[in-house]
């Protein structure tokens, strides 16, 4: 269930091109458990290290053809 939610987020990013914020208030209501909890998630640093791994993981992945 989580992997076909994280797979029908990003097809709808790709399709709309539109900001991941716009599609979450679409569907959150502004005092609910879910923006809640997305929020703590954010206060967290899940973005950050979300991204950093993705750098990180691109950055090995390119030395593999350098060496």
């Known amino acids: 269930m ?3 939610t994280a797979k029908g987020a990003a097809d709808l990013l790709l399709q ?3 900001h991941p914020e ?3 208030d679409k569907v ?3 005092k609910g458990c879910t923006i809640a909890g997305l929020n703590e998630m ?3 640093g899940l973005s950050s ?3 950093k791994g993705i ?3 691109a950055k090995k992945a390119g030395g593999l ?3």
């Open 28 to 30: 959150t209501s502004p």
């Open 42 to 44: 954010e206060h967290n």
């Open 2 to 4: 989580a992997i076909q």
């Open 16 to 18: 709309t091109h539109s």
């Open 22 to 24: 716009s599609e979450i």
């Open 49 to 51: 290290a979300f991204i």
């Open 65 to 67: 053809y350098n060496e």
């Open 55 to 57: 750098k990180l993981s």
